[in-house]
């Protein structure tokens, strides 16, 4: 098992109202140093659909992200891992949440892209008053569920937090 450190900042800003929450990046997010970077990751393709836009590049996701008030960030801090499963993740140290929902107190609701990360934070984090959803995994190892209903769960979510 290696050792890993988050490899980026998390993905907000003052206005952010809504902060997605993976479990940690995969391998093709680290060598990419942005969130859901894996090639059959079906969160960039959701959003996509929801909105009509198109988000082709790293700085066109951040931007779409910060107008809609969007946040994306990890529950876990560092961890050991051999691969980018959710189920070989050991020694695991999350973030801080109490710090980061501190910073930015207009964030509202915390989403779950799967339940891994949903686990831990409420193992973690079990005091922390905030409105939790946990949606669908986007990950490709998710396969159980297809993608358009992944859609339809996620636009459900969003239409409760944004005027779409």
């Excluded at 929450?21 to 990419?32: C, D, M, N, R």
């Excluded at 109490?98 to 984090?125: C, H, M, Q, S």
């Amino acid at each position: 098992m290696k050792s890993y450190s988050h490899p980026f900042s998390p993905l907000l800003d003052e206005h952010t109202r809504i902060l997605f929450l993976g479990s940690f990046p995969s391998i093709a997010s680290f060598e990419q140093s942005f969130y859901y970077a894996h090639p059959r990751n079906a969160f960039w393709p959701i959003m996509a659909s929801i909105f009509k836009v198109t988000l082709d590049d790293n700085e066109t996701k951040r931007a779409f992200c910060l107008t809609l008030n969007i946040g994306l960030w990890d529950v876990i801090g560092s961890c050991e891992r051999e691969n980018s499963s959710d189920s070989n993740l050991k020694g695991i140290v999350p973030n801080d949440f109490e710090a980061l929902l501190r910073d930015y107190p207009n964030i509202k609701v915390l989403a779950f892209t799967g339940k891994k990360a949903f686990d831990l934070f409420g193992k973690y984090f079990k005091n922390i008053e905030i409105e939790k959803t946990l949606l669908p995994s986007t990950s490709p190892a998710h396969a159980a569920m297809q993608q358009e209903e992944k859609m339809k769960i996620y636009k459900e979510f969003l239409d409760n937090y944004l005027a779409i």
